[in-house]
């Protein structure tokens, strides 16, 4: 459908005034909104995610990418919640304690995002105390765990430690990512998983969610 | 100290390895160190009371530690941020700090002077000096970086779509006043080479594009480089984070004779010196990770093996991938310096 395509391309080049328009005309014309979430937006973000991952595009393109998917998102809301239409899963995302540093953090909320998936962000330099609180309240399906420096990442081993502890780790599934950590390191912690980049982190998070939904117990 | 009095500084050594000429003892290089390891280096002799004091230690902890160069940092050309001293912490986020956001607070931005720097701090310090070191003097923070520091960083990504002439107009302002400051410097013959010290890049890709970083930043550093290599002095750069889509602006555009900052996650220094070898000093490069978590006996092995590699073709100087921090443990950072101190194997 040409609208459809059009809006994803607005989208990818990150023309947010351009997708307003184009998913409002899509409205207008009585495109299916799942169809113009679906088959435009989230296709739209995955090839941003994909162009990025191979550094054909980098992190400015991305951000006015996941811009103009917010801006196409606020005119489609009200669509999708009047239609029923509920996001596929929810993730949660922050960077351990003692670590600040929130842009790798941003950029995987951004593609989980773009993935039709609710990301909570509970911010920086999170204590496993938080994130318990913050699992109790928001119910997440995958929890990601950010840490950039070598120092800090040993929280993220701290932190599953405590979510075993509190048997939270039962419907729970956590990625773990940032500069230091490597996959060997994710395993030894006992993290479900290990994303080196901000659109695998999402793809990730997008499988075990649909894995979580058909039941499967690994990812 | 570290170091034997016989093993005395020798900063044409370390020149000689940044023309990437093979050396007759091993180059150590490492761009900072933290404050407890700079007392375990010198004792009592350390003293941070004021900013010459510190400038004086470090002096001393380089010479003790076996360096034939110290850096110096000239207290001036600081960028002010809203975030004030919040962006010297180890850990912050890029998007803290965040000055001129739009036209507005840009016209509104008072940009530091060089002439706040009192540059003949160089010849005072070089007074507590070995007399064959010389001092490298680097920046507080690099033009990419400052830019990001004033601007915030996801702020900076929006501005190159939504105001490219603003972004361009910041770039202009920071990097006129750091060129000018290495230019400043460079008039010292107490200074023997410059640090460029401007990370460009996270582990997976560079923080702009490319084209960006050609078109903002690495004109100024071409400018950078030209100026000390005017002066017969080398330009050395730390710069954190992936590099091959810019390896060639570094070697090629920009000239720089060596680079610093390896990790293991981008570019393990054995492979960069595999692959840059001959085209530009590859300096240090044992990345902090593996300092911190491998034995001893592992960093001890990985020191000997680059020696072992670069001792016949040059280029190279024993050192860590970044810096020395105090959370290193003693024993393997001390042990890695030691093997360079020992010279080369025999074998």
Request: hydrophobic share 40%; charged share 25%.
């Amino acid at each position: 459908m040409k609208i459809l395509e059009e809006i994803s391309n607005a989208l990818q080049k990150g023309n947010a005034k351009l997708v307003r328009e184009k998913v409002q005309e899509a409205i207008n014309s009585n495109v299916n909104p799942t169809e113009i979430l679906q088959d435009s937006m989230i296709v739209a973000m995955s090839i941003v995610g994909e162009k990025f991952k191979k550094n054909d595009i980098f992190v400015p393109e991305v951000l006015i990418a996941a811009r103009a998917m917010n801006e196409g998102v606020k005119v489609l809301r009200p669509v999708l919640i009047a239609s029923g239409v509920k996001p596929i899963g929810k993730a949660m995302i922050c960077t351990v304690m003692g670590d600040l540093h929130d842009i790798g953090k941003n950029l995987v909320k951004m593609m989980i995002e773009g993935q039709g998936i609710e990301c909570i962000d509970i911010g920086v330099d999170c204590s496993p105390e938080t994130i318990i609180d913050a699992i109790n309240t928001h119910q997440p399906d995958v929890l990601c765990l950010s840490a950039l420096l070598s120092t800090t990442m040993m929280n993220q081993k701290v932190i599953i430690s405590r979510l075993k502890e509190e048997k939270l780790l039962k419907d729970i599934k956590v990625i773990v990512g940032g500069a230091p950590v490597t996959e060997t390191f994710a395993s030894e912690i006992g993290a479900d998983g290990y994303a080196s980049d901000a659109a695998s982190a999402a793809i990730l998070t997008k499988n075990m969610i649909l894995q979580k939904a058909n039941g499967e117990s690994q990812c | 100290m570290l170091r034997n009095k016989d093993r005395e500084p020798n900063f044409d050594n370390f020149k000689r390895m940044l023309e990437k000429k093979p050396v007759d003892r091993p180059v150590l290089f490492d761009f900072i160190i933290g404050d407890e390891k700079m007392k375990t280096l010198i004792g009592d002799e350390f003293c941070d009371e004021t900013y010459f004091d510190r400038i004086v230690s470090i002096i001393k902890s380089f010479d003790a530690a076996g360096y034939d160069f110290s850096p110096i940092l000239l207290n001036g050309l600081i960028f002010p941020r809203n975030d004030g001293e919040e962006f010297l912490k180890q850990t912050r986020s890029l998007n803290s700090g965040a000055t001129i956001v739009d036209r507005e607070s840009f016209n509104k931005y008072v940009w530091p002077e060089n002439n706040a720097n009192d540059f003949s701090v160089i010849q005072k310090a070089a007074e507590f000096m070995h007399s064959n070191a010389k001092l490298v003097p680097f920046a507080y923070d690099g033009i990419l970086e400052n830019v990001v520091g004033i601007v915030g960083y996801e702020n900076l990504c929006y501005l190159q779509y939504d105001d490219p002439e603003l972004m361009a107009e910041i770039f202009k302002n920071v990097g006129s006043r750091i060129y000018e400051y290495y230019q400043r410097v460079l008039e010292y013959d107490e200074v023997g080479a410059i640090i460029c010290n401007d990370d460009w890049g996270f582990n997976t890709q560079t923080m702009l594009s490319p084209e960006m970083l050609r078109k903002h930043v690495f004109p100024w550093y071409k400018k950078i480089v030209k100026a000390a290599h005017d002066k017969n002095k080398p330009a050395i750069l730390h710069s954190c984070g992936y590099f091959e889509d810019i390896i060639e602006d570094i070697i090629e555009d920009m000239k720089f004779d060596g680079r610093h900052s390896y990790e293991d996650k981008i570019m393990p220094v054995e492979k960069a010196f595999e692959k840059y070898k001959g085209r530009i000093a590859i300096l240090g490069g044992i990345d902090i990770d593996f300092i911190m978590r491998e034995s001893k006996e592992a960093v001890i092995k990985r020191a000997k093996n680059l020696l072992s590699l670069s001792k016949e073709i040059g280029g190279y100087a024993l050192g860590t991938g970044n810096s020395i921090p105090d959370y290193l443990p003693d024993e393997n950072i001390f042990a890695l310096l030691k093997v360079g101190l020992d010279g080369f194997s025999k074998e």
